[in-house]
């Protein structure tokens, strides 16, 4: 078999070249170092066809010898089966993480530029925000949870252009999960990168301002929406659904929203979708004068906000799950993980990556644990800042590894 990845251990082994393992003296000398569980590239490894065919169709048939093809001799149990399986799936995550984050650091990048040639009094090319519309749309179809876990990797500093980005990405999964039709699902996702644009005509300091509001900040923040459409009016083919949203995603359903205080009947769904999306992502966001919370309490604080829809903001917590993946939790074990994966049949039982004791106080070699095949189960979650972790590092060395 082709090795790729060592998925679980006790120790701290890296594998410094991937590549076949063809004797079981080699695979004895793995496991004596402490390695459990290894990921598989079967497209790699020495298969015939045929006995692949065969094994899909007879899948107690396990592989058993030193040259690496399929033999009835040896049956697997369940067990070695399953954890097959989930070595393959949790391999397969990897790589869609890795094409997420590559991603991820494209549409910064994009809507970065964006702002810039606005800043600099141009009008800058809609179709690059278009193009990274569809690829976070494409990115969410392919794999939901690998573009969703990096919405919690935060950077104060850049708080405008990951907003953004996070919102498109969070109306795509609201959108789709509600069986939105692909035009829809298209327009919201670029009104995601476009609701606040027109922020980024505020003076800086306004943006940046870590103390109190005034009346005149508040008014010269609120303009922002007026300033959005303007802009965004200047392309020919700016679509209804996009120019909406910019208009109305501040409003609420109770008229205790802006610019205009309209109420339930005259907020079209797209915008109430955006005004969830929107405090959502700013409420587990640290900002110059707010710091964030864990996404359970945001969740919760959506909940019981009487100025949003109340069975949209249900629908909202479905899309993306009681726990969304990307998270910080602290399991009933004492241990901290990241939520990676989700479990749509048993929300409340995800599939977490954990990494720290609190009883020792120690970070712990990773391992990957479904909560639907264990006893532990998550108590709350956490703010990485609890435990002076810098969850971006942390993240980017355990699951994107150079």
């Not at 094409?99 to 530029?113: C, F, G, R, T, W």
């Not at 179709?127 to 569809?134: A, G, I, P, T, W």
């Not at 508040?218 to 120019?243: K, T, Y």
């Not at 720290?356 to 106080?361: D, I, L, T």
Request: with cysteine; net charge negative; aromatic share 6%.
């Amino acid at each position: 078999m082709y090795v790729e990845n060592v998925v679980k251990q006790k120790g701290n082994v890296r594998i410094k070249t991937k590549g076949l393992i063809k004797t079981t003296t080699i695979l004895d000398s793995l496991k004596s170092k402490g390695i459990l569980e290894i990921e598989v590239d079967f497209d790699k490894s020495r298969i015939v066809e045929h006995d692949l065919a065969a094994r899909s169709a007879n899948p107690e048939h396990y592989m058993s010898s030193a040259n690496n093809v399929w033999s009835s001799a040896t049956t697997a149990s369940p067990v070695k089966e399953s954890k097959l399986t989930s070595i393959v799936n949790a391999g397969q995550h990897q790589e869609a993480l890795v094409d997420a984050d590559k991603l991820y650091i494209q549409a910064k990048n994009v809507q970065k530029d964006f702002v810039a040639t606005l800043r600099s009094g141009s009008t800058p090319n809609i179709e690059h925000l278009s193009k990274l519309s569809q690829d976070i749309i494409d990115s969410v179809f392919d794999n939901v949870d690998a573009l969703s876990c990096l919405l919690m990797l935060k950077d104060s500093n850049e708080y405008l252009a990951e907003h953004a980005i996070n919102c498109a990405i969070l109306l795509t999964m609201f959108a789709s999960s509600k069986g939105m039709s692909k035009a829809e699902i298209e327009d919201l996702t670029l009104a995601g990168l476009l609701m606040d644009i027109g922020m980024a005509s505020l003076p800086q300091d306004l943006v940046d301002k870590s103390t109190e509001l005034n009346e005149t900040d508040w008014a010269m923040l609120r303009s922002h929406v007026d300033i959005g459409i303007e802009i965004v009016e200047r392309f020919s083919d700016a679509q209804p659904i996009v120019l909406d949203v910019i208009a109305n995603h501040h409003e609420r359903v109770d008229g205790s929203g802006y610019p205009k205080a309209k109420t339930l009947s005259e907020i079209s769904v797209y915008s109430q979708m955006a005004a969830i999306v929107d405090c959502y992502d700013a409420m587990i966001s640290n900002r110059h004068h707010q710091r964030s919370v864990t996404a359970t309490a945001a969740l919760h604080q959506l909940e019981s906000d009487e100025t949003l829809d109340s069975d949209l903001v249900n629908e909202f917590i479905n899309a993306i799950g009681l726990h969304p993946v990307g998270s910080l939790v602290q399991l009933q074990s004492q241990q901290l993980g990241i939520v990676s994966q989700r479990n749509s049949k048993q929300p409340l039982n995800p599939i977490v990556m954990i990494f720290y004791s609190m009883q020792k106080q120690l970070h712990t070699a990773v391992h990957r644990v479904d909560l639907n095949q264990s006893d532990d189960y998550i108590l709350t979650g956490v703010r990485p800042e609890e435990f002076s972790m810098n969850l971006d590092k942390f993240f980017k060395s355990v699951f994107l590894p150079q």
